[in-house]
């Protein structure tokens, strides 16, 4: 049986992590929101759409991380330069991602 390599799992633990993360952010911005005047039943279409987009962000970024953790010299698991730089480039996405979702909710709440 052949395993799956390390780099792979790692990219597709990381792309589920940031989708639970825009999920409850997007679920949290609704609820904290003043306009729920639609329950959450019938907002299914706007959450499935929010969902492509977040996916399509998230796949995105999997593919630079892909591309970028081939290069032995970025390589997360076997070159001390390439954890430093995926926790220095991950911490600055988190925070990017945070920044505008919060920005997003103090404009227009």
């Not at 997360?76 to 926790?87: A, E, H, N």
């Not at 920044?99 to 909710?105: A, D, I």
């Given at each position: ?16 992590i ?28 706007s ?47 988190s ?15």
């Open positions: 049986m052949t395993q799956i390599p390390k780099l792979i799992r790692w990219i597709l633990w990381t792309g589920l940031f989708l639970v993360l825009f999920t409850l952010m997007r679920l949290g911005l609704f609820i904290l929101s003043n306009q729920q005047s639609y329950p959450l039943s019938h907002l299914g279409g959450f499935i759409l929010g969902l492509r987009y977040d996916l399509r962000m998230i796949s995105i970024l999997l593919l630079v991380m892909l591309i970028l953790g081939s290069i032995p010299a970025l390589h997360p698991f076997t070159s001390l330069r390439g954890k430093k730089f995926w926790m220095v480039l991950l911490g600055i996405v925070f990017f991602v945070l920044f505008f979702f919060s920005e997003f909710y103090l404009v227009h709440f």
